[in-house]
């Protein structure tokens, strides 16, 4: 079975603080991904990887960055957090189509 | 990046109507995909189609690819409570590259 994980389901931070967001999957997909989700606006692609070490920035990269280590983990930084970037991450990977989500990270900036 | 409007925002119906949604672009893609979020979990995809004019069907759900390759359709019919949930579409060029959403349907079953 399928399955994409990320490491919190909540997360409370402060301004300023450097965050660490982790995504892994267990398919062996070449393509992963990391979104916003915000009311009303949907899913806003961040960064996203086709390979080890590769990646590509996305519609909204600015005060993120990513890390591409090992094919299952793809990890989202957010250098100095920021309260405009309170919001619903959603980490993904793909094979040919379909992208598989993991059931999202719920930061709160303070 | 390209913009996918998807409509209704929203949408209020009672158990045992049918739905219809729809998504437009002002680019053309050659795959039109359909998603749906449950409450507290990520998409999952209900409905992929790679032709223009295409109709495919999934149990209860319908959707169809636009013949002008710049819009797509779902359709739910006799709605359920498990129903409930955002849904998502989005196109993309190729199936090596990524995809573009739409800002989602949010729909509410009444019972």
């Known amino acids: 079975d399928v399955k994409v994980t990320q490491s919190s389901r909540y997360l409370v931070k402060r301004t300023g603080e450097k965050v660490f967001l982790e995504c892994v999957q267990d398919m062996d997909h070449e393509n992963m991904f990391w979104y916003r989700q915000d009311p009303g606006l949907g899913l806003r692609l961040i960064y996203f990887s086709y390979d080890v070490k590769m990646k590509e920035k996305g519609d909204i990269p600015e005060g993120y960055s990513v890390s591409r280590e090992k094919k299952e983990r793809f990890s989202l930084i957010l250098e100095s957090a920021s309260t405009n970037q309170t919001s619903m991450y959603l980490c993904?990977?793909?094979?040919?189509?379909?992208?598989?989500f993991g059931p999202g990270t719920r930061l709160t900036v303070l | 990046g390209q913009q996918l409007n998807q409509s209704p925002q929203s949408m209020f119906i009672q158990e045992g109507e049918d739905v219809s949604m729809n998504c437009t672009s002002s680019?053309?893609?050659?795959?039109w995909l359909w998603y749906k979020q449950d409450p507290g979990e990520g998409p999952v995809l209900l409905i992929a189609?790679?032709?223009?004019?295409e109709l495919t069907s999934n149990g209860r759900l319908t959707a169809q690819f636009g013949i002008t390759r710049k819009d797509s359709f779902l359709n739910i019919s006799a709605s359920i409570p498990s129903d409930v949930g955002i849904y998502f579409c989005?196109?993309?060029?190729?199936?090596?590259?990524?995809?573009?959403f739409g800002d989602g349907t949010t729909l509410t079953v009444k019972p």
């Open positions: 993904a990977s793909r094979i040919r189509d379909e992208q598989f």
């Open positions: 189609l790679y032709k223009a004019g």
């Open positions: 989005a196109g993309q060029f190729t199936n090596a590259g990524k995809s573009t």
């Open positions: 680019s053309i893609f050659n795959t």
